[in-house]
């Protein structure tokens, strides 16, 4: 079974500090990990996936195998970041067809 | 290009009602998948259609249902809707190239409530 936890649900940071975001996986194999974001009143988007290794919007994300582990991470955190990100896997093979599970969410609300 | 567009954007429908949502996906891209999404369970996969053939499914009663079309727009039914059905039901589409990247593109999500 595939499994990814999200342990904070909300996240409150000033702008200009460093933020990070858990996630945790379980799933016995090479899972892809992927983080999805939803900006205020927009539609579920791709931030970034760990195969790429790119920074997106100042975001990094490391896959962590040993630890099973995928957070997401930015230096200088802006007011623009605020929004609902998802930490997202998709698993390898026919039960993988179009099917991402998603962690609960965390709320990320960046302070002026 | 166009978004995946979802129609419509709300329903409110009686319990034991049966209803019907519909997606379109972006231009060229033949799978698509449904979610549900509630604040209790979160994001839940529930089936993905590719070719008019769904090649998988998520733990659902059989009282949802889905089917795509040739033109790969993909409709899913719920039936005998109970009060636990009320949530939003996003679709999402993707080309085997954006897959591949994870890279699959959501719809804005019709809204039920069920009462």
């Known amino acids: 079974a595939q499994r990814v936890t999200q342990p904070e649900k909300l996240l409150s940071v000033f702008k200009g500090a460093p933020v990070e975001l858990k996630c945790n996986y379980s799933?016995?194999?090479?899972?892809?990990l992927f983080w999805y974001v939803q900006y205020s009143r927009q539609r579920l988007q791709l931030l970034l996936r760990?195969?790429s290794r790119e920074s997106i919007k100042g975001f990094t994300a490391d896959l962590n195998k040993g630890e099973t582990s995928f957070h997401l991470k930015k230096p200088f955190a802006q007011e623009e970041d605020s929004a609902m990100y998802y930490c997202?896997?998709?698993?390898?093979?026919?039960?993988?067809?179009?099917?991402?599970?998603f962690g609960q969410g965390t709320i990320l609300t960046v302070h002026p | 290009k166009a978004g995946v567009t979802q129609t419509p954007r709300y329903l409110i429908k009686t319990r034991g009602q049966q209803v019907t949502l519909s997606c379109s996906p972006i231009?060229?891209?033949?799978?698509v998948s449904w979610y549900q999404q509630t604040p209790g369970q979160g994001l839940q996969f529930l089936f993905e259609?590719?070719?008019?053939?769904?090649?998988n499914k998520g733990n659902f009663p059989g009282r949802f249902s889905g089917r795509q079309f040739s033109n790969s727009r993909s409709e899913m039914n719920v039936s005998t809707l109970e009060l636990g059905d009320s949530a939003l039901y996003l679709c999402?589409?993707?080309?085997?190239?954006?897959?591949?990247?994870?890279?699959?593109?959501f719809g804005s999500g019709t809204r039920l409530t069920v009462v």
């Open positions: 760990h195969i």
């Open positions: 799933y016995s194999g090479s899972p892809e």
């Open positions: 999402a589409s993707s080309s085997p190239k954006d897959r591949a990247r994870g890279g699959y593109t």
């Open positions: 997202a896997l998709s698993g390898a093979g026919g039960t993988s067809y179009g099917k991402l599970t």
């Open positions: 259609y590719f070719s008019e053939t769904q090649r």
């Open positions: 231009s060229g891209h033949r799978s």
